[in-house]
């Protein structure tokens, strides 16, 4: 089973700031990784696809990055609506996802 | 629109079995894979099996794979996940979510397993 590795588990970050998210992969999953993020009660929603692919109505503030097993997951400018939990999923073989890394208010 | 309308809150005993459904809409049904995934309270997401379009082929997590079943209803557009022999280990938000890539999930439904 391929594990995803992702950190930090929990950061502090301010509104305005820049945040920057990494998942590694225990082997090369081409650029089958997907972003979501969650709001605490709430469905995960996806952000990114196939590593560097915008959904459709997401704000450009987020972006992704990488292939084979480091992958990045970028929010240029922190807004109040940002704070959740994200998390990668890669889906090259039996979908895994990593642990979760949460966004709160510093 | 295109949605995953999942069936509601469950409360079982230990020992028990649920199924829960999910109704999809709005999409070409038979073209896609359907994931589960669950949500213990406080915790991560965790992966726990998919069918594929046809319905004629499963694969399921290690850790659920003598105790979960997951069968599709093309007549229906009803995808259906069922877990036996539930512990309290198992309470948890359980999700559908579309295929390959889980870009549409359902709202989720709460399995509460206690005695």
């Known amino acids: 089973d391929i594990q995803m590795t992702q950190s930090p588990s929990a950061m502090s970050a301010s509104v305005g700031d820049r945040v920057t998210i990494t998942c590694r992969a225990s082997?090369?999953?081409?650029?089958?990784l997907a972003w979501f993020q969650q709001k605490p009660g709430k469905v995960p929603k996806r952000l990114i696809y196939?590593?560097?692919n915008l959904q459709s109505g997401v704000p450009s503030r987020f972006s992704g990055s990488g292939s084979g097993t480091e992958f990045t997951l970028t929010i240029s400018s922190l807004q109040p609506e940002d704070f959740a939990t994200y998390y990668c999923?890669?889906?090259?073989?039996?979908?895994?996802f990593g642990q979760g890394t949460k966004v709160d208010i510093k | 629109q295109v949605q995953l309308v999942q069936s509601g809150a469950e409360v079982k005993k230990p020992g028990a079995s649920v199924r829960v459904s999910c109704k999809a809409s709005?999409?070409?049904?038979?073209?896609?894979?359907m994931q589960w995934v669950r949500q213990a309270p406080g915790q991560g997401l965790e992966w726990m099996g998919l069918?594929?379009?046809?319905?004629?082929?499963?694969s399921n997590a290690q850790k659920f794979q003598d105790r979960v079943t997951m069968t599709r209803d093309t007549s229906t557009s009803t995808v259906y996940m069922e877990l036996r022999s539930l512990t309290s280990e198992d309470t948890a938000v359980y999700y559908c979510?579309?295929?390959?890539?889980?870009?549409?999930w359902g709202q989720g439904t709460m399995v509460t397993v206690s005695s």
């Open positions: 979510a579309r295929g390959s890539g889980f870009d549409i």
């Open positions: 709005g999409f070409t049904f038979s073209s896609y894979y």
């Open positions: 069918i594929t379009s046809s319905g004629a082929s499963t």
């Open positions: 082997q090369d999953i081409s650029n089958y």
């Open positions: 196939a590593a560097s």
């Open positions: 999923l890669q889906h090259n073989s039996y979908p895994s």
